[in-house]
C-alpha cells in the first residue's frame, strides 16, 4: 500500500520536464493586451488581461491587495539596485483598499489611501498574480532555454551538431565557450572539456572560469589523487567503484564535480557516468512502488575514515530521491551505498521494503544501456551535477592521478542563470 504522500508525488509531474518554453513567454516584455477588465472585490481585485491577435488567450488573475502593496516595485519600496525589499510590511494596514484603480497602457496603476501610487507591468501581472490554474512559477520561470535532456548511455552525449567540442581555450578565451559549457551542464548534467594542458594549474583555470570551489576536508580547493590511502576512502585505492553522487554525508552535497586524469601508467581506470534522472524516470514507470520507496526512506550516512573526520549530515538522513516540496519536482539523488550508515531505524518490514526498492534502483542504475563508459583520456576534463549524474570507474592497476575539484550548487546555478538571464528577465523571477 502506498502512503497518501506517496501516491500524490507519483501522480504530480515527475520533474521538472518539459520547460521548453518559459511559462511568461507568452506575455514578452511590451506585450500589449488588447482585452483588459477589472473587476473590485472587498480585499482583491480580478484583472482579466488577453490579446487575440498574439493568441494571448483570456487569463484571470487575482491580486490581494495587502499583497499588492507589500509588492509594490516603486524605488521606496522596492530597492532597485540591490532588489530587496524596503517598504515596511508591518506598518501597512491589513485591510488596505485602493482608492482608485486604472489600466494604463503598460500596466495597473493603483492609488492608496495615504496618495502613495503603485505601478504594475502586465508582464509582472502575468508573471506573479494568482491564477485558478497554478503554473509551477518558481522553477520554470529560472529554467534553462531549454528543456534537460534525460540520456541513456554514451550514444546521447556523443559530440554533434548538437553538442559541438568545448575546447580549453574556447572555454577560457570566450563568454560563448563558456555559456555553452554551463548551458550544457544545466541541460546534460555533465560537459566534457577538450584540450586541456595536462597540470593542476591548467585545470585549476578551467575550474575556476566555472565558479570559486568549495573546500573539503579532502582539500582546500583543487584536490588531486592516487591510490595511496592519503585519505582513508576507497577513491584513494585501486578498487572498482560502482556508480554512486559524493557528499552523500553533507547537508549539502557538492553540486559540481570536476575529474581530470593527469597521469596513467596502468590498466583500467575507466569512468563511469550514469545519468541519474534518467533511471529515476525508467524506476519510476517500471517500479512506482520502489520509487515512492526510494522517495521516502531516509537514509543515513557518514565520512569518518580520516582521523579527525566525523561526518554526518544534519537532518541525520535523508532520501535517496529528493522532491522539491513546492513543485514535486525531482532535484536530487543522494546515492552512494558505500557511504550508507547503519540502517537502525527502520522496522524489519520496512527494512524488506527498502531493500526490494534499492535492488530495483540498483538494477536499472548497472543495466548496460544506462551506462557511459569514458577512459578520460589526459587533456579531457569531465565535469558533472552531483545532484543528478553518478559517477564510477573500473578497477586498476598502475600509477593513476586523477585532479579535480568540487563547487558549490547554488554558486554554480548563479552563475549559469545570469549568463542567460538579462537583467530584465532577473526582475521577473524574483
Ligand atoms: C573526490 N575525492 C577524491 C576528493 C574524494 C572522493 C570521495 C568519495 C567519497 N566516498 C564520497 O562519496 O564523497
Ligand atoms: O577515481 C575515479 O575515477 C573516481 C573516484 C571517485 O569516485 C571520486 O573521487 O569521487
Ligand atoms: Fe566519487
Avoid at 247 to 258: A, I, R, V, W
Avoid at 324 to 352: A, F, K
Avoid at 359 to 385: C, H, I, M
Wanted: proline share 5%.
Amino acid at each position: 500500500m502506498l502512503s497518501q504522500r506517496a501516491s500524490r508525488l507519483l501522480s504530480r509531474g515527475f520533474h521538472r520536464l518539459p520547460v521548453s518554453s518559459r511559462y511568461y513567454s507568452s506575455a514578452a516584455v511590451g506585450t500589449s493586451f488588447n482585452k483588459k477588465t477589472i473587476q473590485q472585490h472587498e480585499r482583491q481585485l480580478d484583472i482579466t488581461l488577453g490579446n487575440n491577435a498574439t493568441a494571448h488567450p483570456a487569463t484571470t488573475y487575482t491580486l490581494p491587495y495587502f499583497w499588492l502593496r507589500d509588492h509594490c516595485r516603486c524605488p521606496s519600496c522596492y530597492h532597485p539596485v540591490t532588489r530587496q525589499r524596503l517598504v515596511n510590511t508591518f506598518g501597512l494596514d491589513r485591510d488596505i483598499q485602493p482608492t482608485s484603480v486604472t489600466c494604463e497602457t503598460d500596466g495597473l496603476q493603483l492609488v492608496w489611501p495615504d496618495g502613495h501610487t503603485s505601478h504594475y507591468a502586465y508582464d509582472w501581472v502575468t508573471t506573479h498574480g494568482h491564477q485558478q490554474k497554478q503554473r509551477k512559477k518558481w522553477t520554470d520561470a529560472l529554467a534553462p532555454t531549454e528543456a534537460i535532456r534525460l540520456w541513456r548511455g554514451g550514444q546521447d552525449l556523443i559530440e554533434g551538431a548538437e553538442r559541438p567540442r568545448l575546447t580549453f581555450e574556447e572555454v577560457i578565451e570566450t563568454k560563448q565557450g563558456l555559456a555553452q559549457w554551463l548551458h550544457r551542464l544545466e541541460i546534460d548534467g555533465i560537459a566534457f572539456v577538450e584540450d586541456v594542458p595536462t597540470t593542476l594549474e591548467a585545470t585549476e583555470q578551467l575550474a575556476r572560469r566555472l565558479c570559486f570551489l568549495r573546500e573539503t576536508h579532502y582539500s582546500q580547493g583543487m584536490w588531486s589523487f592516487t591510490a595511496d590511502l592519503a585519505h582513508a576512502d576507497t577513491a584513494y585505492t585501486q578498487l572498482a567503484l560502482g556508480a554512486h553522487t559524493d557528499n552523500t554525508y553533507f547537508t549539502e552535497p557538492s553540486g559540481l564535480q570536476m575529474f581530470h586524469k593527469l597521469e596513467f601508467q596502468g590498466q583500467g581506470g575507466d569512468s563511469l557516468f550514469v545519468d541519474g534522472f534518467s533511471v529515476a524516470q525508467q524506476l519510476k514507470q517500471q517500479h512506482p512502488e520502489a520509487y515512492a520507496t526510494l522517495t521516502q526512506t531516509l537514509i543515513p550516512t557518514h565520512s569518518a575514515g580520516d582521523e579527525h573526520v566525523l561526518i554526518v549530515p544534519t537532518p541525520r538522513a535523508y532520501p535517496i530521491l529528493n522532491h522539491d516540496p513546492l513543485t514535486g519536482d525531482l532535484y536530487q539523488i543522494r546515492y552512494n551505498n558505500d557511504d550508507r550508515s547503519t540502517l537502525n531505524h527502520l522496522s524489519p518490514q520496512q527494512l524488506d521494503q527498502f531493500y526490494d526498492a534499492l535492488f530495483a534502483w540498483q538494477k536499472l542504475l548497472t543495466d548496460k544501456s544506462n551506462e557511459y563508459w569514458d577512459p578520460l583520456p589526459p587533456g579531457r576534463v569531465a565535469t558533472f551535477d552531483n545532484w543528478r549524474v553518478l559517477h564510477g570507474r573500473s578497477a586498476f592497476t598502475g600509477h593513476r592521478r586523477i585532479c579535480g575539484a568540487y563547487f558549490p550548487w547554488d554558486d554554480y546555478r548563479s552563475r549559469a542563470r545570469t549568463m542567460r538571464l538579462s537583467s530584465k528577465e532577473k526582475d521577473r523571477v524574483l
